[in-house]
């Protein structure tokens, strides 16, 4: 095995944030980081097309920026989300708690 | 960040440092033993996403300096060993919390991707054994 070096990319322009790669406990930090504060200003979509594999450390981002979303009459969305996404979400019953959109 | 690995008659064992930064590292050691072994890909994403989860319980919550992953291939189980553990009751405890709870949802997804998950306590030696039929 090789030494893992970041294995997940998140840039942001204007409210839209985009991830790609993998999030884990590791890269955890940064997509919190990115997302609080919340960026740019309305509506706040987080793009995971591009994410391969994603745990609960993921969710515990997602969860927490819906939260300062929520609370501030803002509204997170997390757009196109892939199949890992998707499942993990679906596992964990959230899919009627997140906003989730299809969309590009 | 590897201290030790090794395959032997369909099982392949793990030790690196307890940090987060090796998650990923086992993640692909074992996806790329199950796909060697013939594991198709729904088998190898459960089995990532349960490594995972029980490898950050290592980090975060365990003293070990160490985690050790065993990831075995039996006629009709995928097996997955991870060590330490927590407590023998941690799967007890291990409902899906309400939706705004940022954490505690790692062993409840473990238990919802695999077929079998049990707290092992080996003289002293505890660890999570999970196993995943093969359908």
Do not use: K, Y
Not at chain 1, 22 to 39: F, S
Not at chain 1, 44 to 61: I, K, N, P, Q, Y
Not at chain 1, 69 to 93: H, K, N, Y
């Amino acid at each position: 095995m090789t030494e893992a070096a970041s294995r997940m990319n998140v840039s942001i322009e204007g409210s839209s944030v985009t991830v790609d790669g993998d999030i884990d406990a590791h890269g955890c930090p940064e997509l919190i980081a990115a997302l609080d504060p919340l960026p740019g200003s309305g509506e706040v979509r987080v793009d995971l097309a591009g994410v391969g594999f994603m745990d609960s450390s993921g969710l515990r981002a997602l969860i927490g920026a819906h939260q300062r979303a929520e609370a501030t009459d803002r509204r997170l969305v997390i757009a196109q989300p892939s199949s890992a996404v998707q499942r993990l979400i679906e596992i964990s019953g959230l899919g009627d708690h997140l906003h989730i959109s299809d969309e590009s | 960040m590897d201290q030790s690995s090794g395959t032997s008659a369909g099982e392949h064992r793990i030790t690196v440092a307890s940090d987060t930064s090796v998650i990923a590292s086992l993640r692909e050691a074992v996806s790329g033993f199950a796909h060697a072994a013939g594991a198709d890909e729904s088998i190898v994403s459960d089995l990532e996403l349960a490594v995972s989860e029980l490898a950050t319980n290592v980090v975060q919550h365990a003293r070990s300096p160490e985690i050790t992953v065993v990831v075995r291939h039996e006629p009709d189980r995928w097996v997955l060993d991870v060590s330490d553990a927590p407590d023998t009751n941690a799967l007890d405890a291990a409902a899906l919390p309400e939706p705004d709870a940022l954490s505690g949802r790692g062993l409840f997804i473990v238990q919802a991707v695999m077929d079998d998950v049990e707290i092992v306590d080996d003289c002293g030696h505890r660890f999570v054994r999970c196993s995943r039929l093969v359908s």
